[in-house]
């Protein structure tokens, strides 16, 4: 009988330390997240205020952080290589309409996840490229190695839109249309990060098939000389020092 609750007691105590660690993140998510405000902004001007801040995936019971390093600007309407492109409104990209924050989870291939954020402007979303892993990293190389026997690079866990998908094991079943400035699992938030980094500005990755137009905007963004980058443009970046 003693032994019996004495698993109870553990059992008890166990699930109160998971309750007390969540109230604890949710009540400091709320100093440090970034609100409606923040959010409520061009889809250019997005893609680079999100450079620098903190996406954090509540998963598991284990928080999941990873810094924004790379993202590129899907603008809609004119522009052809959007989901939204020429106002085109389906139920898979609605997100990309919703209240600014609200994340944009599709798949590519298939089975692959990548990860937007949605701006002011209708059917304006910011594709998230690359991050630099902060927190949960042995998490996330788990997530990684599901079907790998070698352990990934830290700095490779997160360099790719689909490689920080799986490592933050966001699905388009779990965050899909997730408004991020009120949910308690999934959010971007601001930390004391220095914000003197320079921007590369510089064209998009894997719009081939769009026109010729669209193909050299300059609608990439990412912190230079950070490992971190899924491509790196060593052209801008030299032309970036040229001109510091």
């Known amino acids: 009988m003693s032994c019996l609750k004495r698993k109870l007691d553990l059992a008890i105590n166990a699930n109160k330390k998971r309750t007390d660690d969540n109230i604890k993140i949710v009540s400091e998510l709320h100093l440090t997240r970034l609100g409606r405000e923040h959010f409520n902004i061009s889809c250019d001007k997005l893609a ?20 924004i390093i790379e993202t590129e600007c899907y603008l809609g309407g004119d ?17 990309m309409y919703m209240e600014p924050g609200t994340a944009y989870v599709y798949k590519i291939y298939g089975i692959y996840h990548c990860f937007n954020v949605s701006s002011i402007e209708s059917g304006g979303a910011v594709l998230v490229r690359a991050l630099e892993p902060i927190k949960g990293i ?11 026997m070698k352990i990934i690079k830290t700095h490779e866990l997160c360099k790719g839109p689909s ?54 905007t300059p609608l990439r963004f990412y912190i230079k000389d950070n490992i971190h980058v899924s491509k790196r443009d060593r052209e801008k970046e030299e032309e970036l020092s040229v001109v510091n």
Not at 80 to 92: E, I, L, M
């Open 138 to 148: 042995d998490k996330m190389q788990e997530y990684r190695n599901v079907s790998r």
């Open 79 to 95: 522009d052809k290589a959007s989901h939204s492109y020429n106002g085109r409104r389906t139920a898979a990209n609605e997100a």
């Open 163 to 216: 490689k920080l998908c799986i490592s933050m094991n966001i699905t388009k079943e779990n965050s899909n249309k997730v408004d991020m400035c009120k949910n308690n699992n999934l959010w971007i938030e601001a930390d004391d990060y220095s914000n003197s980094f320079q921007i590369v500005n510089t064209a998009r990755i894997g719009i081939g098939s769009t026109a010729e137009e669209w193909l050299h």
């Open 48 to 67: 680079k205020f999100l450079l620098g801040k903190v996406l954090v995936h509540q998963v598991e019971n284990v928080v999941l952080k990873g810094r």
